[in-house]
């Protein structure tokens, strides 16, 4: 089955300071994805990227870059967190050479910025 | 921009009854439609997909889409306590961008 690994799996941040979020893969695939969920919220789209050294904006990208250095690796980066960005982070990925295929899902940072 | 909204937020079913779970979304090019299933503490899982109107059934769970209507929905048969997690319906645009409701909390009670 397809692996998706996050770190760190929890963080504590202060106001104003960078953070950074990981994700690796292994499945080869060529999607990977930053989602934030809030309750209430389901999950919401921050970044997403087709190819390595490439990434796109989705629904909410405000406040976030992203990296893809590799096509196993993808960061989210908060340049200066801030109280609104606790949040549950998921990355996921995708193979993508057909649309109708499944995302995978890593287990989840919770990120609290204080 | 595509809308999804699930109903209802939360569901109570006795262990062994039905439960249902409906979605509707805005965009009528549409084409790929999930159900994805999140346990406490866990990343969603995709539980089945379905692309063509009509029903899909995977052992007790049936998912039917019905495109001109703009609804989707999912109902499981014979509940068990193991189905309790939170639901999401998730539409697929032409990008491989998914499109999440904000989610059905399902609770089987024993």
């Known amino acids: 089955e397809a692996a998706v690994t996050q770190s760190p799996r929890s963080k504590v941040a202060v106001t104003g300071g960078k953070v950074t979020l990981s994700c690796h893969q292994t499945?080869?695939?060529?999607?990977m994805y930053w989602y934030r969920q809030d309750t209430g919220h389901g999950l919401r789209l921050i970044h997403y990227?087709?190819?390595?050294?490439?990434?796109e904006k989705g629904d909410i990208p405000d406040g976030y870059k992203a990296s893809r250095p590799s096509q196993e690796n993808f960061s989210l980066i908060l340049e200066l967190a801030s109280l609104s960005q606790t949040a549950v982070y998921f990355c996921?990925?995708?193979?993508?050479?057909?649309?109708?295929?499944?995302?995978?899902f890593g287990p989840g940072t919770r990120l609290t910025v204080l | 921009q595509q809308k999804v909204q699930q109903s209802p937020e939360s569901l109570i079913v006795p262990e062994g009854g039905m439960a249902s779970l409906n979605c509707t979304f805005s965009?009528?090019?549409?084409?790929y439609f999930w159900w994805y299933r999140q346990h406490s503490g866990e990343g969603p899982k995709a539980l089945m997909?379905?692309?063509?109107?009509g029903d899909k059934k995977e052992g007790r769970f049936t998912a039917h889409l019905n495109k001109a209507s703009l609804h989707v929905s999912l109902h499981i048969k014979d509940s068990q306590p193991s189905d309790s997690a939170l639901y999401f319906c998730?539409?697929?645009?032409?990008?491989?961008?998914?499109?999440f409701g904000s989610g059905t909390k399902l609770t089987v009670e024993p």
């Open positions: 996921a990925s995708s193979d993508g050479r057909k649309p109708s295929y499944e995302q995978y």
């Open positions: 499945n080869n695939h060529d999607y």
């Open positions: 990227s087709y190819v390595a050294d490439s990434t």
């Open positions: 965009d009528r090019n549409s084409q």
């Open positions: 997909s379905i692309f063509s109107n």
């Open positions: 998730a539409i697929m645009s032409n990008y491989n961008v998914l499109y």
